[in-house]
């Protein structure tokens, strides 16, 4: 087999999101710093500039992803960073960026909630903030990293995702994903799978910012081109100008959720190990996912047959995965840093076996030996 | 010579405007698109960037390219198009409620920055939109629909905190005076580089008006006229005298380096 032409470096898991970010073409950063996210922004002020991209530090995260949104619909990839405090000012404008269809990439690296909590720590808290924060109906995509190498991988894939369905995409690590350091393999450029949104070919005059086809995501016209593009994130028509009719808002938002949930299959990522004989799953994601591996070893040098389901992608929910994966095992065992935010919606897919949580809220990592207890 | 009337901006088929009879935003809006064709912009290389409000209604009429976005935060989303597409001139369309009190953050920031935008505020002392409440520009004592024993804080003078902020531009206009207003609002689009604001003193006959029984609006816009006191003037005056006043005319007029113009030395920097 050929080998992939690259490079082998030993770097930090938010250091990784950021080249993954670069590589994957982003051109604009706009943030507020927080722990334990900081890193990524000091990443993008320091090379950005070098590749012709704009580091802005806000004033605040709500002014961080209205920029963002801006930065997009002017034909650039744009992206933020932040946890979970910063995160809550933003969800308004998430809801922005769904509504007027701006591909940009939110990177939150989870802390102990609520409030200040327990900053510098890890948690996956935000499993259901990410998901519903904003308001209204719609729909997400969220990637969850749970190695150095999945942070770089995972956030090209978010960016890519972010284009190819014009919204915004989740990368869902956490203070102990985004701080520890592991070898990855970066490739070379080339070697890289990168998509750029679908743009607008018809006439200047034939143009209509919201005019879709099949895969019901509309063809994009950036500021400055002939075609006049009209973002409008209240009630709009496919022209971009307002319409409050009953009639047309319930085709806008239904579609804006299909053109995500249509695709589940093609955006819904995961690994699994050990699967083929187990009779008890592990299903976890990033860190808890990292724990759960660990588990599984362990159990398995005991001569218990224990497998892992780790979900790389999160929203939307890979339900047809869980009921696939849950179908020949006797036991699910769901290990998070949360009281109970993922095994909400695992059981919402799984009724016949017992589905027990391990949870854990003091800002220390599950121990594989805390969850092989539940196995 | 041959005025411009701003009609290549207007889009005529959406008109009559939604706004209440005798609202000066059309007036506003009218003083912008003939600056617009007066200073040269194309719909094609222009961004109009409105909030939420009666103000943030203003893009519905507009043949340019537009962002109709979320409540206060015009001013950050046209920092990241301006930023990531810097020969777009943008301009962004905010109300006292929008600009001055929830998006105030991001306004005095901007200013700081001199982000290479031009900035509209129409100023009406309240929020139409929800029915009048009081806003951070409805003066003390003022009767509004969440002040009905009278207002009892102190108001923004909008001009002033920009200027403190650093803004490149900033003048002061009113609705009673269309020609000055214009005038101030082509300055402030001709310059492209820095932070350019335009604080529109407007009239809501509707809310702020009826609730303070200030007559019907040509009554308003006569107030607004003879209240009115050039800043050339007014600094020649007391502070007891131009109590009520209006100031008028450019509070700012220098150049400075616009955000983009430092950010290209960065990217310079960097690359070395």
């Not at chain 1, 269809?101 to 102990?112: G, L």
């Not at chain 1, 894939?157 to 393999?185: S, W």
């Not at chain 1, 490739?187 to 990168?194: D, K």
């Amino acid at each position: 087999m050929e080998r992939a032409k690259g490079k082998k470096l030993f770097m930090e898991g938010n250091i990784a999101v950021g080249e993954g970010a670069i590589a994957a073409g982003a051109n604009f950063y706009a943030g507020y710093p927080i722990t334990p996210s900081s890193e990524i922004a000091q990443h993008a002020s320091i090379n950005l500039p070098k590749v012709g991209g704009v580091y802005v530090q806000m004033e605040d995260e709500i002014g961080s992803i209205a920029a963002i949104i801006g930065a997009s619909m002017a034909g650039i990839k744009a992206y933020t960073a932040t946890s979970g405090p910063g995160l809550s000012l933003m969800n308004e404008s998430i809801g922005l960026a769904c509504m007027v269809e701006a591909p940009c990439v939110i990177i939150d690296v989870q802390r102990v909630g609520p409030s200040t909590g327990l900053a510098t720590k890890p948690a996956q808290g935000d499993f259901l903030q990410i998901r519903w924060g904003t308001h209204g109906d719609h729909a997400i995509i969220a990637l969850a990293p749970a190695s150095v190498q999945e942070c770089f991988d995972l956030t090209i894939k978010a960016f890519n995702f972010a284009e190819r369905y014009r919204t915004p995409v989740f990368v869902l690590t956490d203070g102990m994903i985004g701080k520890m350091q592991e070898t990855i393999f970066i490739p070379e450029n080339e070697e890289i799978e990168i998509e750029n949104r679908k743009l607008a070919t018809c006439n200047p005059e034939d143009f209509k910012s919201y005019e879709f086809g099949e895969d019901l995501v509309p063809a994009f016209a950036s500021y400055g081109d002939a075609r006049i593009s009209r973002a409008n994130g209240s009630g709009h028509g496919l022209d971009g100008y307002p319409d409050n009719s009953p009639e047309n808002y319930s085709i806008l938002v239904q579609r804006l959720v299909n053109k995500i949930e249509n695709h589940k299959e093609e955006i819904c990522l995961y690994k699994t190990y050990y699967c083929e004989d187990a009779e008890i799953l592990i299903i976890a994601y990033g860190c808890s996912a990292r724990s759960g591996m660990a588990a599984a070893e362990l159990a398995r040098s005991e001569g218990k047959k224990v497998g892992v389901l780790q979900l790389q992608t999160l929203w939307p929910f890979p339900d047809y995965l869980i009921e696939k994966y849950s179908e020949k095992v006797k036991k699910i065992v769901v290990p998070e840093l949360s009281l109970g935010q993922l095994i909400l919606e695992i059981k919402k897919y799984v009724k016949h076996i017992p589905v027990v949580g391990v949870n854990k809220v003091n800002g220390l990592p599950l121990t594989p030996q805390e969850i092989i207890r539940e196995i | 010579m041959i005025k411009k009337t701003g009609e290549i901006f207007l889009k005529k088929e959406l008109l009559p405007h939604f706004w209440c009879i005798g609202c000066g935003n059309g007036i506003v809006l009218g003083c912008i698109i003939r600056a617009m064709e007066e200073s040269g912009l194309s719909k094609e290389n222009t961004v109009v960037v409105t909030g939420i409000g009666c103000w943030g209604k203003a893009d519905d009429y507009l043949t340019t390219h537009t962002f109709h976005g979320t409540h206060g935060r015009a001013l950050a989303i046209a920092t990241g198009i301006k930023f990531a597409n810097p020969s777009l001139d943008v301009i962004a369309l905010v109300g006292d409620g929008d600009g001055a009190t929830i998006g105030g953050n991001h306004l005095i920031h901007a200013a700081r920055r001199n982000t290479d935008i031009a900035v509209i505020m129409s100023n009406n002392n309240n929020y139409g939109m929800t029915g009048g409440q009081y806003s951070g520009t409805t003066p003390f004592g003022m009767i509004t629909s969440t002040s009905r024993y009278g207002h009892m804080e102190d108001e923004f003078d909008i001009s002033e905190l920009v200027k403190t902020s650093g803004a490149g531009y900033v003048a002061k206009g009113t609705v009673a005076n269309p020609v000055q207003l214009q005038r101030l609002i082509e300055k402030a689009l001709q310059k492209k580089n820095g932070f350019r604001f335009v604080e529109a003193i407007n009239i809501c006959p509707t809310h702020y008006g009826r609730n303070n029984k200030l007559g019907n609006a040509p009554q308003m816009i006569e107030e607004l006229r003879k209240n009115s006191i050039n800043l050339k003037i007014a600094n020649n005056m007391k502070e007891e005298e131009l109590k009520g006043k209006i100031v008028v005319g450019e509070y700012v007029n220098k150049e400075v380096d616009g955000f983009v113009k430092r950010y290209k030395e960065i990217q310079r920097k960097a690359s070395a």
